[in-house]
């Protein structure tokens, strides 16, 4: 008979919101398998708990190599519990390559939910929660990461991302560029913390607050693109969603025409509004790029 891994949910900052049954199951498995075994340790001893088990270290550096080992525990009878810093197993952490491992030899995997930073952000945020759609960290690099946001500069549906402090400004400025300095959004920081803070405001105000220094875990929550007609887009809208693909490094032609089929709108309308534009004085480029 097969064993079973179980991925446990811990909290992501009072750590009396940890679940009972997660004191349960660090005391019964038989390997706990922890991002951070110092962390680890720090909860068990909040918890009251001594785990029976093995412990072992299962984080980015070594999830490929010990995933082989954990699933011949498992496919040996082993009840296996997965562990992160925060927040559930494989929601931007490790985790799901030993899921997929697991579910490949037919091992039953379960789940002690817990405290999650996407859905706690997210109800505080007091934007749209009927729809939404998490994004995970977004690429490091400034060019790679405007060309991340331009791929949802449309989605409707409201967006959930995790953030380093010392790149908030820099991604707060982006999303402000890509999606619209008035676009809503909050900054969720500290999540049920000593010090936790909900900024709420357009994309420019918290891009501008963030230059000042912030601090802490980040949850980064912004509303998703208006609901507009086919005639509601004006020129400049447009004209500044060309630029934006431009500056990534897309030629204007294949920039003009991806932002009309986001648009809802025939090439042409597009086009004019750049010409337009460049006419003014507002050159979306710098030189023509057919």
Known sequence: MTGTLVLAGTPIGDISDAPPRLAEELAGADVVAAEDTRRLRRLTQALGVTPKGRVVSYFEGNESARTPELVEELAGGARVLLVTDAGMPSVSDPGYRLVAAAVERDVKVTAVPGP???LTALALSGLPVDRFCFEGFLPRKAGERLGRLREVAGERRTLVYFEAPHRLDDTLAAMAEVFGAE???????????TYEEV???????LAAWAAQGVRGEITVVVEGAP????GEVDAAELVRRVRVREEAGERRKEAIAAVAVEAGLPKRQVFDAVVASKNAGGDPGSGERR
């Open 199 to 205: 900024r709420r405001g357009p994309l420019a105000e």
């Open 183 to 193: 676009r809503r959004a909050a900054v969720c920081r500290e999540l049920t913390k």
């Open 227 to 230: 609901e507009r007609g086919p």
């Open 116 to 118: 999650s930073a996407v």
